[in-house]
């Protein structure tokens, strides 16, 4: 809730990289995690779509949007691996969505839009490589 905005980043650092929270999310998506990033992202249309796969150094990709204001189209679409929509996730307050990327497989983007919305969300990635945080 965007209320609680300025209190995120030390509450998620506190919450994903707790041990038990990280043997949770390797047990359900069979996956290694050590090492955890935050990003709160704040991206301001109008653009274009933005097909990509994440980076082969990530083992889980978390994001929960931050809004005040729903929209429909400003979720996260993901893609089968030739490049076609499967699936249009909604713009939700304290929503959103985990997976654990493949490349050339986890298609998934930004939709286009024409106004100047801002999506706000916060990511949280488990990466192979070391990061700033640590799973304790």
């Known amino acids: ?3 609680y905005y300025r209190y995120l ?15 949770q999310i390797e047990q359900k998506l069979n996956v290694q995690v050590r090492y955890v990033e935050f ?8 653009r274009d ?8 150094d990530k083992t889980v990709t978390v994001q ?11 979720g996260t679409w993901y893609y089968d ?17 985990v997976f654990a990327p493949e490349q050339n497989k986890t298609w998934h983007s930004l939709p286009a839009v024409k ?4 999506r706000r969300s ?5 990466m192979k490589s070391p990061t700033e945080w640590v799973i304790v």
């Open 9 to 23: 980043p030390k509450y998620m650092t506190t919450l994903f990289t707790n041990k038990y929270i990280a043997h």
């Open 122 to 126: 916060l990511l949280i990635n488990y």
């Open 1 to 3: 809730n965007l209320r």
């Open 81 to 97: 691996e030739n490049k076609q929509l499967k699936k249009k996730l909604k713009y939700r307050d304290n929503c959103g969505h």
């Open 49 to 56: 779509v933005f097909l990509h796969c994440d980076d082969i």
């Open 64 to 74: 929960v949007y931050l809004t005040d204001q729903s929209d429909d189209n400003l």
């Open 115 to 118: 106004t100047d919305m801002c």
């Open 39 to 46: 990003t709160l992202v704040d991206i301001f249309g109008p």
